[in-house]
């Protein structure tokens, strides 16, 4: 089993629409969770936190469910701005916990 | 505000060259990275280093040299390029490398080994 693991995309979704991520990580060990964003030919940046009790920043929810290893971002009204790969990131675990490792991402596209 | 750079930001060579890749960054973190990223594999980390001359391996560090003389300066060198190297090499840098620390990566290098 990978350690994250991503919706294989890409998501082709129109604007306004609602459009949900999934992420399954394998490390029961890991502290930390994160969604990064990550443009066609640029470096990924750091989008949210994902936190136990979930968290929201404007448009995005993110949830984190420890006991299923579980991952999620939800985006709410897509605007075209938003298409980008969207990269789940977990903390290594053990020692090394400022240590990420990254899934492969997810590809959004959101069309007019 | 310059944050973290790289250079160059592409670079063609020939296996068996050697090639160095750098990294600057001009926050004072404490913790750089080097990772690499391939079409199926996303971002893999190479090497790590929690301050000046520590260093560490990460996922896949066959191939690859670091060095941390200077807490801003983090180098990547590949002694003895080889095809399976060319890729997009990505730098980052956190303030402590603690869990839940952000990392913020530089524009990365595009490297193609001929």
Same mark, same amino acid.
């Given at each position: ?25 394998s490390n029961s060990a890991s502290q930390s969770f994160f969604w990064y964003r990550q443009d066609c030919r640029k470096e990924p940046k750091l989008l ?65 | ?34 990772y690499r990223q391939d079409l199926g594999h996303g971002l893999r980390l190479i090497y790590y280093s929690a301050a000046a001359d520590i260093t560490d ?9 670091? %060095?941390? !003389? ?11 390029? #080889? /095809? ?9 840098? %956190?303030? !402590? ?11 990365? #290098? /595009?490297?193609?080994?001929?």
């Amino acid at each position: 089993r990978k350690e994250v693991e991503q919706d294989p995309g890409p998501f082709n979704v129109p604007e306004g629409a609602t459009v949900a991520f999934n992420c399954t990580y394998s490390n029961s060990a890991s502290q930390s969770f994160f969604w990064y964003r990550q443009d066609c030919r640029k470096e990924p940046k750091l989008l949210m936190s994902v936190y136990s009790s979930g968290n929201e920043d404007g448009r995005f929810t993110a949830q984190l469910n420890r006991a299923s290893q579980y991952i999620s971002l939800l985006i709410r009204d897509s605007k075209l701005s938003d298409s980008a790969t969207y990269l789940c990131v977990v903390s290594s675990g053990g020692g090394s916990q400022g240590n990420l490792i990254f899934g492969k991402g997810t590809k959004l596209s959101v069309k007019p | 505000d310059a944050g973290i750079t790289q250079s160059p930001r592409y670079k063609i060579t020939e296996t068996g060259r050697q090639v160095t890749l750098m990294c600057h960054q001009t926050w004072s973190h404490s913790y750089m990275f080097w990772y690499r990223q391939d079409l199926g594999h996303g971002l893999r980390l190479i090497y790590y280093s929690a301050a000046a001359d520590i260093t560490d391996k990460g996922e896949v560090p066959d191939g690859y040299v670091v %060095s941390r !003389s200077k807490t801003e300066n983090f180098p990547l060198t590949l002694e003895s390029a #080889t /095809r399976s190297q060319t890729s997009v090499y990505f730098c980052a840098s %956190s303030p !402590s490398g603690g869990a839940g620390d952000t990392q913020y990566f530089g524009p990365g #290098t /595009r490297l193609t080994v001929l």
